[in-house]
């Protein structure tokens, strides 16, 4: 460890707010919304202490904040904001111009459940949702990776020129404290590098014009476009994640492999469960079973062809998500099978079989999922699809 | 056509014959002083001024959505405060900001996006053009559209004169946040406008203009009549022409004699069901509603 580096002892939410100081954002609009508000009130601090230099707008709406957010970006400026559950339901709307016109706009996600009932409480309801919005979505386990993920999510959208959505679990992750390390803010700013926009409303000697009418003959070109810059993503990602780590000395692969190396049965699952479930891990292992966790960390663009890879000598693949999808398969699952049984559009590495791959959701509206439910799923005593 | 008119906004762009915008949108671009950065809600003149590949605008213009033209351009505005200051842009590079948008874009799903904006005080001027209804859409009703029209969300029938409604004081809502400049204009009254925009883009801080833009489609008259049926619109004193400067209330123009609102109405088909016998109550209403408001205001010019 850089000994220029500090420990400190933070929630999710202020790491986050930590890494955007130092990334010195230029327009941050903001509106509150629980469990997210860890993350802007401690920014507002920093402004109100004279720690950055950031214009913060404070908006009376999220559907105003992901607007100006917009209008700063193409404007010019390294712009982030902060949302979770209702209101990001709310930006749906314009979550799809922020990536139709290729901005790389960084939004925290503190993931909470989404109505009705209303509930506060922490489940990845709302990012799914929006998980064909055109963002870059990137899991995190816990505080640590919400301080490095914000910081390798904003060199990522301005290389690839996308929108990117850095995801924590609301509550279990926005409120806990943990200790931490926070790199060399001249160490943070060197990575990063300064952000050039391409293009940008301000220089107004050339003109442009951004959001017009595309018709028949030209629409469908745009979104081919974008989904070439996401898949694009995912190499750029790997090589800023390989940077990263050699200025932190802590690697954020595509996604985790834990214990994998020769595991039989694998769970597949993200978020703060991943920390419950490595414990499980350890504990079967030393009992001798063969056992490891897929940890998802970037969920778009979804890396299918590494993830089939990496599970192909699973006999059996356990796939935990932290929310449904009414009226088909979770998430998540839904990608596992994709992965695994080829997608369309490039069929090479299909590498079926006639495994066993089990499909559960929990956790869902804050609900705690414990040592002993995981240790059952790894066991096959849970039916029914739900740890409840 | 002339360079100086066509310094922002092109020729060759796609409004209809006889649309009220493009003259609204040039004398108020027309005055500025400093170069500017245009936000555009969706409507008429987002629509027919930027089909791909092609742009009518010479300026920096962005569209972002329908509700949202207000709240774009405060992120675009602060964007340049952050810049100026990190000395990305330079100190003497002086930009103003304007948005454009519709009544339906204003009136309406706009309504919480501006007065955000407004609140909040962001250097820019917003100009809603109102001609009274959804028009980019076909004709529907707004929260702009006049007592007894016929929109396609309002039709005549056995049970309807039309629009049962009376239209919001928008005027009143955007005073309500006591910004340093707004006024009521219309497109058929060129040198007013004129004076209200350079006004306007002269105040530092949020300032505002309702201007009345008629639609030769959907209000129905033939296209070279459009000035004709602005003008009658301020003659009748269906439309006032009057400014809010510093929280004074000043009328601009005060008719030589009093026209009936029928000769205004009369010009339009989206009226014409009121001149049947059985809505002569209806057009005696709008009367009486257009003295009670001119009187409202001429009041609060004279105090």
């Known amino acids: 460890m850089n000994k220029k580096n500090k420990k400190l002892a933070l929630t ?26 860890t993350i802007i009130e401690t920014y507002a601090g920093f402004e109100a202490n004279g720690e950055v230099e950031t214009e913060i707008i404070k908006v009376e709406s999220e559907h105003s904040a992901m607007s100006a957010a917009i209008g700063a970006s193409s404007a010019g400026a390294r712009t982030a904001t902060a949302t979770s559950s209702q209101g990001l339901a709310l930006m749906h709307e314009v979550l799809y111009i922020a990536s139709g016109f290729r901005l790389p706009i960084m939004m925290l996600v503190s993931a909470r459940a989404l109505a009705s009932p209303i509930n506060i409480h922490g489940d990845h309801s709302d990012v799914m949702g929006c998980r064909d919005s055109g963002w870059i979505q990137l899991f995190c386990e816990n505080a640590q990776e919400v301080y490095d993920k914000t910081i390798i999510g904003m060199k990522l959208a301005e290389k690839v020129k996308l929108p990117i ?18 790199l060399e803010t001249k160490v943070v700013q060197e990575f990063v590098g300064e952000y050039k926009a391409i293009s940008p409303l301000l220089d107004t000697d050339n003109p442009v014009t951004y959001g017009a009418v595309a018709l028949q003959n030209s629409y469908f070109e745009f979104r081919i476009d974008q989904e070439e810059a996401m898949k694009n993503a995912e190499e750029e990602y790997e090589k800023i994640a390989v940077e990263y780590e050699k200025i932190s000395g802590r690697k954020y692969s595509i996604f985790e492999e834990y214990r994998l190396e020769d595991a039989e049965k694998i769970m597949v699952l993200t978020g703060s469960a991943a920390g419950t479930a490595k414990v499980i891990v350890d504990k079967l292992r030393e009992a001798g079973e063969k056992v490891g966790i897929l940890k998802i960390n970037l969920f778009r663009p979804f890396p299918h062809k590494k993830i089939a890879e990496s599970l192909k000598n699973a006999k059996e693949i356990i796939v935990l998500d932290r929310a ?31 495994r066993e791959i089990k499909s559960y959701v929990y956790g869902l509206g804050g609900r705690d999922i414990f040592q002993k439910q995981i240790e059952d799923v790894f066991a096959g005593k849970i039916e029914g699809g739900y740890i409840k | ?42 409507g008429c003149l987002e629509v027919t001024s930027t089909l791909y590949p092609y742009s009518a605008w010479k300026a920096p213009y962005i569209h972002n959505a329908f509700e949202n033209a207000a709240a774009t351009i405060s992120g675009v505005e602060r964007a340049y405060e952050a810049l100026k200051k990190k000395g990305k842009i330079s100190k003497n590079k002086k930009i103003k900001f304007v948005a454009f948008g519709g009544d339906g874009g204003t009136y309406d799903i706009g309504l919480q996006s501006l007065s955000g904006a407004l609140e909040r005080g962001h250097n820019f001027l917003y100009v809603c053009y109102d001609n009274g209804g959804y028009m980019n859409t076909g ?46 204009a219309n497109v058929a009254y060129l040198t007013d406008l004129k004076k209200k925009a350079k006004k306007a883009l002269e105040t530092d801080g949020p300032s505002f203009l309702l201007v009345f833009s008629p639609c030769t489609n959907n209000w129905k008259f033939p296209t070279s009549q459009y000035v004709n049926v602005g003008k009658l619109a301020t003659e009748t004193n269906f439309w006032p022409l009057y400014e809010i400067e510093n929280g004074e209330h000043k009328l601009n123009f005060e008719p030589k004699k009093i026209t009936p609102v029928t ?6 088909g989206r009226f014409k069901h009121l001149f049947k016998v059985e809505n002569k109550p209806h057009l005696e209403e709008i009367q009486k509603l257009v003295n009670e408001e001119f009187a409202r205001i001429a009041n609060l010019c004279e105090e």
């Not at chain 1, 959505?165 to 926070?182: A, Q, Y």
């Not at chain 2, 360079?3 to 493009?22: D, M």
């Not at chain 2, 000769?263 to 339009?268: I, P, V």
């Open chain 1, 324 to 354: 449904q999808s009414i009226g088909t398969y979770p998430p998540f699952y839904s990608e596992i099978i994709n992965s695994l049984y080829g997608n369309g559009r490039d069929a090479k590495f299909c590498v079926s079989t006639g």
């Open chain 2, 1 to 42: 056509m002339n360079k100086e008119l066509t310094k922002y906004y092109s020729a060759g762009h796609s409004a209809c014959a006889g649309c009220g915008f493009p003259a609204i949108v040039r004398t108020v671009l027309g005055e500025l002083k400093t170069d500017v950065v245009i936000a555009n809600a969706t």
């Open chain 1, 12 to 37: 999710g939410g202020a790491a986050a707010a930590e890494a955007l100081k130092q990334i010195e954002i230029d327009v941050m609009p903001i509106y509150p919304i629980t469990p997210q508000t």
């Open chain 2, 263 to 268: 000769e205004f109405l009369k010009t339009q």
């Open chain 1, 165 to 182: 959505m850095v995801i924590m679990d609301g509550f279990n992750t926005s409120h806990s404290v943990e200790n931490l390390e926070i």
């Open chain 2, 139 to 184: 004709n529907q009703r707004s929260s702009a559209t006049p007592y007894g029209a016929f929109t396609e969300t309002t039709p005549t029938g056995k049970e309807s004169f039309g629009k049962i409604e009376t239209r919001k004081n928008l005027m009143e809502i955007v005073n309500a946040h006591r910004i340093g400049y707004l006024a009521q």
